[in-house]
């Protein structure tokens, strides 16, 4: 069975810098675009960055010029490198993918089991 993994969550110091990853398991025919979303305490899920499956990249108005998404296609993984962040980053990080699982298929989407990550000094 595919999963999505998230690793790299954590307390980091505003203005600090910390890297989010998010692996596909199992066996995977193909990936399509891949999104980071993340959600506050008391706010609705918010979508932060995408990668397309040609490698465009696009971030909210809340964090361009300080978080920098990235994919390995090799390894089926997504990046999210959060620089310079602030309070207001303080959420739980979502990473989502458009996955095709088995021969002959379509893109199907999958979501990781989310990663706390807390700015805060």
């Known amino acids: 069975q595919v999963q999505l993994v998230e690793s790299g969550g954590g307390l980091v110091q505003p203005g600090g810098s910390l890297r989010l990853s998010c692996a596909a398991s199992?066996?995977?025919?193909?990936?399509?675009?891949m999104d980071w979303y993340r959600q506050a305490p008391g706010e609705e899920r918010e979508w932060v960055a995408r990668?397309?499956?040609?490698?465009?990249?696009y971030y909210s108005d809340s964090v361009k010029g300080r978080f920098t998404i990235s994919r390995d296609n090799a390894k089926n993984t997504l990046y999210l490198q959060a620089d310079t962040p602030k309070p207001e980053d303080t959420a739980v990080y979502y990473c989502?993918?458009?996955?095709?699982?088995?021969?002959?298929?379509?893109?199907?989407?999958?979501w990781g089991q989310g990663t706390q990550v807390t700015v805060s000094s």
């Open positions: 199992g066996t995977v025919f193909g990936v399509g675009d």
């Open positions: 989502h993918a458009e996955l095709i699982t088995f021969y002959g298929g379509g893109y199907r989407n999958y």
């Open positions: 990668v397309s499956r040609g490698g465009n990249v």
